[in-house]
């Protein structure tokens, strides 16, 4: 009977994971650099975005989702054999912490019993169909992230969370390798608590030194994800069950999130069914083509509109949220008025800027080309697909000339 019973719950687990387009892993070398933070946040980023999303949350040992979520207070419908998620809009939310009746409860898991909630979770939770599963997994490079991997047969990857502090950057090059070890994509590093994010100004001041995640995922080999500051307000949305990213659209935190959602929503480009702003330009060859123009110098976005000696001109497909051709311009010499000119002669219906003087945002607006300002300096690709995402939104102007 046992034996059928172990054979039932295989057969739940490979029906239930057919379901799901994309898994995709959270792990960090070790516990408190901020693992749940972006599971979290990254999940609802990608709710928004219009996608069906799962988050399971097995981080045994101190599972603070239901925190993060507000959702203390939810109980998990239990059937006789199955078990239901919580359901926020189209976020299905699943948790060790659900099934704990006391959530001051320490939990002292035997090894066996570790393994048999973390398949239970998977095999039995009625997920339905997602185009992500997010999987907030314990810390560290054990045993449980290790039956995770092997449970969900062929997750698309990882994302490993570190902070600035070598003790943290140590651990998260053990990540890297046992990703390598069980062949597991490394999807990208993200550098947690980098700087402080000043809640007066928003300006980014370095605590510890900062940039040791770049530098780490470049001699590694695996792509770097971003800075995330320490900011007040993501610890205090933490502890009251607002995910950050809503509430505080346009700080550098928000935004650092938000760029972290745009190559996994990368990896389904499919079903996006992200809001962008109507097109009323007639530069748009037809309905489904945008041209995007960035500013651009070494490859990411130069924030200094007025005087950057290129411009990354991207044609995508709205439809297909894919790049379909990319040029890198070199602007006319600099006088008033002549790059809104001039880039409307090459055809763009949407600028992405750091900042911008105001004049030139009225004659872009009189073109009827959309601006985007305060983007941060990432790379054109990832900025253009964040904005058809509908991720990207106007902050502040970083600079005006
Ligand atoms: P982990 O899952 O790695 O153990 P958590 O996501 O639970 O870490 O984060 C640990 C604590 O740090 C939480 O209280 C969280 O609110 C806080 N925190 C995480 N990232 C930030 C940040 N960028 N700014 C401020 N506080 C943060």
């Known amino acids: 009977a046992r034996k059928s019973a172990d054979e039932a719950q295989e057969q739940r687990l490979v029906q239930n994971l057919a379901r799901i387009r994309h898994q995709v892993l959270v792990l960090s070398g070790k516990g408190g650099v901020g693992k749940s933070t972006v599971a979290v946040n990254l999940a609802v980023a990608l709710a928004f975005a219009g996608k069906r999303v799962g988050l399971l949350d097995i981080d045994i040992h101190g599972p603070s989702v239901p925190t993060m979520l507000g959702l203390v207070e939810a109980a998990t419908p239990l059937s006789k054999d199955s078990l239901v998620p919580v359901e926020i809009g189209s ?78 950057l140590a651990a998260v090059r053990r990540s890297v390798a046992f990703c390598r070890q069980l062949s597991l994509p490394v999807l990208g ?23 040791g995640g770049e530098a780490m995922a470049a001699a590694m080999g695996v792509p770097f994800l971003g800075r995330i500051p320490l900011d007040p ?23 650092a ?9 990368a990896l389904d480009p499919t079903t996006a069914t992200a809001t962008i702003p109507a097109n009323t330009n007639p530069n748009a060859r037809d309905n489904h083509t945008m041209k995007i123009a960035i500013p651009t110098a070494a490859g990411k976005l130069c924030p200094h509109f007025g005087h950057c000696e290129q411009f990354t001109l991207l044609e995508m497909d709205e439809q ?21 000119r001039w880039l409307h002669q090459q055809g763009a219906t949407v600028i992405i800027a750091g900042g911008m003087g105001a004049r030139a945002q009225g ?22 697909a964040a904005y058809l995402a509908g991720i990207l939104v106007s902050g ?3 600079c005006d000339h």
């Open 189 to 211: 590093v993200v550098e947690n608590m980098s700087g402080f994010a000043c809640p007066k100004c928003g300006a980014v001041t370095d605590i510890f030194t900062a940039g």
């Open 363 to 384: 004659l872009f607006a009189e073109k009827g080309i959309a601006v985007v300002v305060g983007a941060p300096a990432d790379t054109p690709e990832n900025l253009a």
């Open 233 to 255: 307000a993501v610890g205090a949305d933490c502890d009251t069950g607002h995910p950050f990213i809503h509430h505080h659209a346009t700080t550098p935190a928000a935004q």
């Open 257 to 265: 999130f938000a760029r972290l959602a745009a190559p996994i929503l």
């Open 396 to 398: 502040n102007n970083l």
């Open 91 to 168: 976020l299905k939310v699943m948790s060790i912490g659900f099934l704990l009746r006391d959530r001051n409860q320490a939990v002292i898991w035997r090894g066996p019993m570790k393994m048999g909630v973390i398949r239970q979770f998977l095999a039995e939770v009625e997920w339905g169909d997602l185009d992500y599963l997010i999987v907030d997994a314990p810390p560290g490079t054990g045993d449980e992230p290790l039956a995770i991997c092997q449970l969900l047969g062929q997750p698309d990857g990882a994302i490993l969370v570190t902070t600035p502090q070598e003790v943290a």
């Open 320 to 340: 297909a949220k894919r790049i379909t051709g990319q040029q890198l311009l070199t602007p006319p010499p600099h006088e008033p008025g002549a790059l809104p």
